[in-house]
């Protein structure tokens, strides 16, 4: 089994920059993407960004530019680095790994206002 616990959340303004870290423990070996999604309120859960195992990443056309996703093989963390944040932005967040088997986190809650 795989556990995934995100944190790195807040609070913060228009045009500015938050890291979220998701810390992966369990069956990490099976891990072959690790991805970001987000949900805001009323809207179902949307993918942002994903990398694999061998270093691809993919993202959304809403984030492109502006998010970054990186992996820390030694502390087996994800990062999603957000900048340039904007109002809709505003989500929880959740992390997300696909292996033998799907697992997903607990989520971190990001909220983008002036």
């Known amino acids: 089994q795989v556990q995934l616990v995100e944190s790195g959340g807040g609070l913060v303004q228009p045009g500015g920059s938050l890291t979220l870290s998701c810390a992966a423990s369990?069956?990490?070996?099976?891990?072959?993407?690790t991805g970001w999604y987000r949900q805001a309120p009323g809207q179902e859960r949307a993918f942002i960004a994903s990398?694999?195992?061998?270093?691809?990443?993919k993202y959304a056309d809403s984030v492109k530019g502006r998010f970054t996703i990186v992996r820390d093989y030694a502390k087996n963390t994800v990062y999603l680095q957000m900048n340039s944040l904007k109002h809709e932005d505003t989500a929880v967040y959740y992390c997300h790994s696909v292996g033998t088997e799907l697992s997903w986190g607990q989520g971190t809650k990001v909220t983008v206002s002036s």
């Open positions: 369990g069956s990490i070996s099976s891990i072959v993407v």
């Open positions: 990398i694999t195992n061998t270093g691809y990443t």
